[in-house]
């Protein structure tokens, strides 16, 4: 029983690893915090770490398959964009406009109310999984290198975001942002549902942070199930050795296909949260960058090998909210904001740095080359 | 095609192609003028070569870049060390400017290669945090604000003066080119950077140093982003926040389509000026015809697409 636990502690150490840290620097954080272990700094820190946790969530499944998605900050503010559109919540619903070539087409109205948004929500996240199954084909049918063709498709997703909000704007359902980016409490009251959250078995659970749910929930519901798939184990596969996994008879060109889609979704996940927490669209360039490649350094915070094959989502999460937790340190300790760009760098090379030292113990140097 | 009238290795042809999709592009973008104003500015000598004054930036920048990717690296600190270069070097000022700023750069590359060949940390999130740092060491230097320094007249002339009416930056680009050119074909270096690329043990254990040769493709990355950044200081008289940002994407798309394997190993300089030259006309006829900038990002993406598509598709791997 103990062998096998140390068995496992052993071959996942990276997750291990960054759960641990996460939990030292998260307990620190809210020591120093004068509010902290509080409902309100939960909430504050969890709205202000879904959007990188779906995406470091996004980047992992394309990475296990030893591929690479550039394009998932692109996905995510191409979504934002379609958001601040579907989302507005009016009762008489919105209507819908393309003015493209100097044609004025008008493509019918979106229903308003509460079905309006339920429908606009799953219209966002289809738009995320669609543009990730664009990225999957091209890959796979086009066979271009994963971190060119994304590049490349990226571009695309960020045209399309600056077509529609060429400026910052639209608008999200008030009561949308308010349920979602609250607690529990907050969101039973907003919905009505538990007698507007008053029910007495409801009151202990009412200080969770919504996010933080949406973001066990889409683990639960959406990961552990693929990852236990057929389709799952086969990224798996793919990331380790994609000839065996083709001499094996395993589905390679799905796999590679459900990674990316599956990215895409997570990825709409993320730009969908973030346009109801902004409540508007915004097609950021550089904040689409940012995303980006703090996705890639989360991803491998989190344990997983950018050659592929090994690590988790859950584990890119805890990357996720590392680098996160790293910059509210900077809030409480009164760190000169100039300074803050050159310290999350440093941390970040350092982490880097420290997880390469097991070189030091390799008796082969031909074991370095992989 | 038969072999006697067209004996193309399997690194020309992506050259041949973007070379032809280059006249695509002139004669489209005259047809468009034409229709539209009556005049054909792309033909004329005088804007081609404003058009590639402003694409050796780039030039430059790439050729630094393609020998990184040729031994199956990237570098991403790119930005960040070409805005550092150039601060530095407008902020110190004098006849030590050029000096410091292509000094700055060689740190970087040294930094990137070190950590990249010794510590073997992935380039894709080293040249990262590398690019952090160096962004956050020049917010901090600057404190967040434009710089209030101005680029040395040598810097200027450089970059912005004409000789025997040809852009100076041309020639510093050709340099660049010839220099990099030879160090491929020429050199056991050169010999080196393809083996690397297609195979690091098989290069070690033919006894080549890779993990020296790493880091010297670092350094001359480096130096070629930081010589990028003193011109272009040069070019816009000062250096200013985020001046990088706008040269790392394209860098790579120009070394890609250009032919050369993002995977390493193979392709050829020629298909980089090729790819860079491209890139250039492309922007500059989508600026004339007033595209806005989400087309642009639209067309931009699918011509690299369709480009890869012509001539970029791997082989199935089977075994």
């Known amino acids: 029983m103990l062998d096998d636990l140390a068995i496992r502690v052993r071959q996942n150490v990276g997750i291990v690893t960054a759960v641990l840290l996460f939990c030292i620097l998260y307990v620190l954080y809210n020591l120093a915090h004068p509010k902290g272990f509080s409902s309100a700094v939960l909430v504050q820190n969890s709205d202000e770490i879904f959007a990188l946790a779906m995406l470091a969530m996004a980047q992992t499944v394309p990475v296990l398959a030893s591929g690479l998605d550039l394009s998932v900050g692109a996905v995510m503010t191409m979504v934002g964009c379609f958001a601040s559109y579907l989302l507005t919540g009016t009762a008489a619903g919105a209507p819908l406009h393309l003015d493209i070539f100097g044609l004025h087409l008008f493509l019918g109205s979106f229903p308003g109310g509460i079905s309006g948004i339920l429908l606009g929500i799953v219209v966002c996240l289809a738009i995320g999984a669609a543009a990730g199954f664009v990225n999957g084909c091209v890959v796979v049918y086009g066979r271009i290198q994963p971190i060119i063709a994304t590049l490349a498709t990226g571009a695309v997703y960020i045209g399309i975001a600056l077509f529609l909000r060429p400026t910052p704007g639209g608008k999200i359902d008030e009561d949308l942002n308010w349920a979602l980016t609250n607690s529990l409490g907050d969101f039973a009251q907003t919905v009505h549902i538990f007698d507007d959250g008053a029910a007495g078995w409801f009151a202990p659970l009412a200080w969770i942070p919504v996010p933080f749910v949406l973001l066990v929930l889409i683990a639960l519901l959406v990961w552990m199930p693929f990852r236990r798939s057929v389709l799952g184990r086969a990224v798996y596969a793919v990331g380790s050795a994609e000839g065996a996994a083709y001499m094996s008879g395993l589905p390679i060109d799905r796999a590679k296909i459900a990674a990316f889609t599956l990215a895409g979704f997570f990825a709409g996940c993320g730009g969908l949260f973030l346009a109801i927490q902004t409540s508007s669209g915004n097609a950021d360039i550089p904040q689409a960058g940012a995303y980006t490649l703090n996705s890639i350094a989360s991803v491998v915070i989190g344990g997983t090998s950018l050659l592929g094959g090994t690590g988790s989502a859950i584990g890119s999460i805890f990357g996720a909210m590392i680098l996160r937790v790293i910059s509210f340190f900077f809030r409480i300790f009164d760190i000169a904001p100039l300074l803050q760009p050159l310290f999350e760098g440093l941390i970040l090379l350092a982490a880097v740095s420290i997880g390469a030292l097991g070189v030091l113990r390799v008796r082969n140097t031909l074991e370095l080359f992989r | ?319």
């Open chain 2, 1 to 319: 095609m038969t072999s006697v009238s067209l004996n193309l290795s399997r690194d020309d042809r992506p050259i041949l192609i973007a070379a032809l999709f280059i006249l695509v592009i002139l004669v489209a973008g005259t047809v468009y003028t034409f229709a539209r104003f009556g005049s054909a500015p792309l033909l004329s000598p005088t804007y081609l070569l404003q058009q590639l004054q402003i694409g050796a930036f780039l030039g430059i920048v790439a050729a630094g870049m393609m020998i990184v990717i040729l031994i199956a690296q990237i570098d991403l600190s790119v930005p960040w060390t070409l805005a550092a270069a150039a601060m530095m070097a407008t902020s110190i000022g004098g006849p030590l400017a050029i000096p410091v700023g292509l000094g700055i750069g060689l740190l970087v590359g040294l930094v990137n290669g070190i950590g990249v060949a010794y510590l073997r940390v992935p380039s894709m999130i080293f040249t990262l945090g590398v690019n952090a740092v160096m962004r956050g060491l020049m917010v901090a230097h600057t404190g967040g604000y434009a710089p209030q320094t101005a680029a040395t007249d040598l810097m200027r002339s450089l970059a912005a003066d004409r000789t025997l009416g040809i852009p100076n930056a041309l020639f510093v680009w050709a340099a660049v080119s010839v220099l990099v050119a030879i160090l491929l074909q020429r050199t056991a270096l050169g010999r080196y950077i393809y083996a690397i690329g297609n195979k690091e043990a098989a290069a070690y254990l033919a006894g080549v140093d890779t993990r020296r040769v790493t880091v010297i493709c670092f350094v001359i990355c480096g130096v070629a982003a930081g010589l990028a950044g003193v011109l272009l200081a040069g070019y816009s008289t000062k250096a200013y926040q985020g001046m990088g940002d706008a040269y790392l994407l394209p860098s790579i798309a120009a070394v890609v389509i250009g032919g050369t394997n993002i995977l390493g190993g193979r392709g050829r300089y020629l298909g980089t000026l090729v790819g860079v030259v491209l890139i250039v006309l492309l922007n500059s006829v989508l600026s004339i015809m007033d595209m806005p900038e989400a087309g642009r990002q639209v067309i931009y993406g699918l011509v690299i697409i369709f480009m890869l598509l012509v001539y970029g598709r791997g082989e199935r791997v089977t075994s």
